[in-house]
């Protein structure tokens, strides 16, 4: 008898666990197989056409903006990963995506690489020289030459090291510039907006030399920070430093920021107007979007309210579509040429089906696009084909 | 008959489970191969895709002191002196602190203080590093620029490793960060090795007269020496491979500079900065992966040479200790 009871006591709890195994597992079954259904009819059921493309960080929001607006007026998802100028152009390249950004224009190799890839820029940069003085606001006055002699910093003979230097000084009468080390803080990452702010450099003075021009150079003096954000972060927090950032961080932060002397001997503040004024000054100087784009710049753009230091950011495609093998189509193809379209263009109250992307730029702190610029790229978008057919006249 | 009971439910436990205990051999087995395996394909990868680097410096690629990705000419020099300089602060910090924690928490602490304070230890040491890294942004980074390290260059200015502008963002603020790192490990696992000290030990040198120094120092630390060493060690693992903390420290400057207070650069903060950058076959990533085996050979040595300490010590700790 006791041992009756002994063994129901010893099964009792074994059976119970056993039972409770079961349980578990078939409820992990069930969840399995209530997940994968429905990915699975999400996967099949889902006729809407997507766009992948990859690429720039710099125009990342404002193209995620276009996505979520754009799918609610015509229904075709746009999905842009942003992984780098760089890696857009290889995946661009190996075919893998349909549409490809970059801050930085196809230079001659990678154009041999991609043959029939178009540039169509499809919105504006400006790159400022951010800075951290305690008690001195927005609006110091800095050239071209006191920059670049600043991010040489002890490294040059003539280095600027101090913010009381007297090239400094001789440009902003009447400023008490403190006797402080100058901290620089540049990008630690490869980075398009690094780019423009070394060829820059480069171009207001060749004591900094192209082998300082690049996505992620080796860097004379400075601190290194991760991304547009941590170098705003960065200068916020350190008193005394300078570095460049994007203008839609430094707004974001309201972080003071110099203005710089453009070619027509103005200092000017880095703005939405005068980077607009910048590429409006340099559009008639643009190539058509099959041309060669590797030497176009509208850095030191001519212009009394130009801000020097502007870009314009890309995206590229194919001319002719097929390039990108079976995954293409002629509904995708004609998808992917009406986003462009509707992307680089200004509102129009009419249709805004078709037209409508460059209005969302200044909510996010993006220059847009001017009329000339528009237009190059619509002529740009109509050379494009799918199997010899043009998609959009 | 109970016991009779329970014995045969046993083995007949044992004899149902007779597949399961050779499928359970062949689980576990394969799982261990498994691990040993992954290892050589990680290694065997990592040298295919650093294969173009390999090729292009050779050896030099060890000496070399630039890393300069509009040239294409890369060198590991800046990044694994980085690497030794940063780890080795941080056990110069570290390590006599920990000690003290360890020695506190095992031999002085009473139990009303020890119990929730090693229990902090412990948590401490399961901290994610970017926290660290964010704390050491927003409070060490401040207090390094504006009061650490302007002291020391007051006292120590003189001495070349303490040359140039605190800005909270070099090699030193990284050393630090690391250190406070490391320090909840090697005390946690340190106070493991003293607990494990026979109490008999203690007991024997103070019954000699000695003081309780004296027998921590004699009986307790000389006993437990190879437990610390080994708990050294791990800390130093996981400086040399800290990565996120280290990043938002380290000021991320890919020269060479004599001075702590300079910016640098890990061989971690180095991959954790530039990851993303280039095309499949780019020969920055490539050199980014030869890094990478630099780093795997420097942990390995590390352990290496730590499993000969630990043994040596042990073999003549237990000559002294008799």
């Avoid at chain 1, 125009?59 to 998802?77: E, M």
């Avoid at chain 1, 995506?97 to 178009?118: I, K, N, W």
Wanted: hydrophobic share 50%; with cysteine.
């Amino acid at each position: 008898m006791s041992t009756g009871a002994e063994e129901m006591a010893a099964r009792r709890p074994r059976r119970s666990r056993r039972g409770v195994l079961w349980i578990a597992v078939g409820a992990i079954v069930v969840a399995a197989v209530i997940l994968g259904a429905g990915a699975l009819s999400g996967w099949f059921s889902s006729s809407a056409i997507t766009l992948v493309g990859a690429g720039a960080t710099f125009p990342d929001p404002l193209i995620r903006k276009w996505s979520s607006a754009y799918v609610t007026v015509t229904g075709v998802r746009v999905n842009y990963q942003a992984v780098g100028s760089g890696a857009g152009i290889s995946q661009i390249t190996a075919k893998t995506v349909d549409f490809a950004g970059s801050d930085a224009p196809l230079s001659a190799t990678e154009r041999a690489a991609a043959p029939g890839l178009l540039h169509i820029p499809e919105t504006l940069g400006a790159v400022t020289a951010a800075y951290n003085l305690p008690g001195i606001p927005s609006g110091l006055n800095l050239t071209g030459d006191i920059l670049v002699y600043m991010f040489l910093g002890s490294t040059s003979p003539s280095g600027i090291t101090m913010w009381n230097d007297p090239s400094i000084a001789a440009v902003n009468p009447g400023v008490s510039l403190p006797a402080q080390a100058i901290s620089v803080v540049h990008r630690s990452d490869g980075s398009g907006t690094t780019f423009v702010w070394t060829s820059y450099l480069h171009l207001a003075n060749s004591a900094w030399n192209t082998s300082l021009v690049g996505k992620n150079p080796a860097w004379p003096v400075g601190i290194g920070a991760q991304g547009n954000a941590g170098v705003a972060g960065k200068i916020l927090q350190t008193p005394y430093s300078i570095g460049y950032v994007e203008l839609a961080y430094t707004v974001q932060n309201s972080m003071t920021v110099a203005k710089i002397e453009n070619p027509a001997g103005n200092f000017v503040l880095p703005s939405l107007a005068s980077t607009a004024s910048a590429a409006a000054a340099a559009a008639p100087t643009l190539p058509t979007s099959d041309g060669d784009w590797s030497g176009v710049s509208i850095l030191m753009a001519p212009g009394a309210g130009s801000y020097p230091v502007s870009s314009l950011t890309y995206l590229l495609v194919y001319k002719e579509l097929n390039a990108i093998g079976p995954s293409m189509t002629q509904a995708r193809a004609k998808a992917l040429v009406d986003f462009i379209w509707w992307a680089v263009s200004a509102q129009c109250p009419t249709a805004p089906a078709t037209c409508d992307g460059q209005s969302y730029s200044t909510a996010l702190v993006y220059v847009p696009l001017p009329q000339s610029v528009v237009t190059l790229d619509e002529q740009g978008l109509r050379n494009v084909t799918f199997n010899g057919q043009t998609l959009r006249t | 008959m109970q016991i009779s009971e329970v014995v045969r439910g046993r083995f007949r436990n044992i004899r149902r489970g007779a597949l399961g205990d050779t499928l359970f051999q062949w689980l576990t087995s394969l799982v261990a191969i498994g691990v040993v395996a992954l290892l050589g394909v990680i290694a065997v990868v990592l040298l295919i895709a650093a294969s173009a680097s390999i090729q292009t410096f050779g050896p030099s690629f060890l000496t070399g002191m630039t890393w300069d990705s509009v040239a294409d000419v890369y060198g590991a020099v800046p990044f694994v002196s980085g690497t030794l300089v940063t780890s080795a602060l941080a056990l110069l910090i570290g390590v006599p602190i920990s000690l003290g924690v360890a020695i506190f928490l095992s031999e002085l602490a009473p139990a009303k203080v020890r119990v929730p304070l090693t229990y902090v230890v412990e948590l401490l040491a399961a901290v994610p590093s970017v926290v660290y890294g964010l704390w050491g942004i927003f409070v060490l980074a401040p207090a390094m620029a504006n009061v650490i390290e302007p002291g020391l260059q007051g006292v120590l200015g003189f001495l070349p490793i303490f040359q140039g502008t605190p800005r909270g963002a070099d090699k030193f603020a990284a050393g630090v960060i690391l250190a406070i790192m490391i320090i909840p490990t090697i005390s946690a696992v340190s106070r493991e090795a003293l607990r494990a000290v026979p109490q008999s030990q203690r007991e024997a040198a103070l019954s000699l007269g000695a003081t309780r120094w004296e027998s921590t120092r004699l009986a307790v630390l000389r006993y437990a020496r190879a437990g610390i060493f080994g708990a050294i060690v791990l800390g130093l693992g996981r400086a040399v491979g800290e990565t996120m903390a280290v990043t938002m420290m380290i000021g991320n400057w890919n020269g060479v500079s004599l001075s702590l207070l300079d910016p640098g650069q890990t061989i971690a903060s180095l991959i954790a900065n530039n990851f993303g950058e280039g095309g499949p076959v780019s020969l920055q990533k490539s050199a980014l992966i030869e890094l990478g085996l630099v780093l795997m050979l420097m942990s390995l040595v590390i352990n290496v040479f730590a499993r000969l300490m630990v043994s040596r010590v042990l073999r003549r700790g237990e000559g002294g200790a008799e």
